[in-house]
């Protein structure tokens, strides 16, 4: 039962991972403060802890059946719904909000955020190499947040 179960809990951690890595980008470049290489480390640090913790349910609790491939020594995962508590967090909370509607909210409030900032930015006694540097940087993550939003969405819309 054990190989069924990780392709399903990796993604969930994994993607949750990415999803929290990319709102604390957009909370730390949002502010004007320089923050320390050791703060960074520890927000990465906290993302995956809460990354593995969000995705040890879907190791222990998501139920799978592995029923033989006819003609062949291979078996297929399929999921059964054994366990309806579950079911109904995953369907209900877990995906919806902790892959969906939470990160869409922060990435797309911070950016927004950050894209008033920049705005400002240009309008103070700073060089002009650095005015650019942090324009370029922006649209980056900008583009970023954008993309993860379209895809978040296109995702929760296909899901719910």
Same mark, same amino acid.
């Given at each position: 039962?054990?190989? !069924?179960?990780?392709?399903?809990? $990796?993604?969930?951690?994994?993607?949750?991972?990415?999803?929290? +890595? +990319?709102?604390?980008? &957009?909370?730390?470049?949002?502010?004007?403060?320089?923050?320390?290489?050791? %703060?960074?480390?520890?927000?990465? /640090?906290?993302?995956?802890?809460?990354?593995?913790?969000?995705?040890?349910?879907?190791?222990?609790?998501?139920?799978?059946?592995?029923?033989?491939?006819?003609? &062949?020594?291979?078996?297929?995962?399929?999921?059964?719904? =054994?366990n309806e508590l579950?079911?109904?967090y995953t369907v209900?909370? *877990?995906?919806?909000?902790?892959? *969906?509607?939470?990160?869409?909210?922060?990435?797309?409030?911070?950016?927004l955020l950050t894209?008033? =900032?920049?705005?400002?930015?240009?309008? #103070?006694? +700073?060089?002009?190499?650095?005015?650019?540097?942090?324009?370029?940087? /922006?649209?980056?993550? %900008?583009? #970023?947040?954008? =993309?993860? !939003?379209?895809?978040?969405?296109? $995702? %929760?819309?296909?899901? %719910?």
């Open positions: 039962m054990f190989p !069924c179960k990780i392709p399903v809990a $990796f993604p969930q951690a994994f993607g949750l991972m990415s999803h929290i +890595i +990319i709102c604390f980008a &957009t909370l730390l470049h949002t502010s004007r403060q320089r923050f320390s290489i050791e %703060l960074m480390q520890r927000l990465i /640090t906290v993302a995956i802890v809460i990354s593995i913790l969000y995705g040890i349910p879907f190791l222990i609790y998501y139920d799978y059946d592995a029923l033989p491939l006819s003609g &062949t020594n291979g078996t297929a995962c399929v999921p059964n719904e =054994n579950f079911s109904k209900y909370a *877990g995906v919806p909000i902790m892959n *969906g509607f939470l990160p869409v909210t922060i990435m797309s409030l911070f950016g894209f008033r =900032n920049v705005r400002h930015v240009a309008k #103070k006694n +700073i060089p002009i190499a650095h005015i650019h540097l942090e324009q370029k940087l /922006t649209a980056m993550v %900008l583009i #970023k947040i954008l =993309n993860v !939003c379209l895809t978040v969405i296109r $995702f %929760l819309i296909f899901f %719910l």
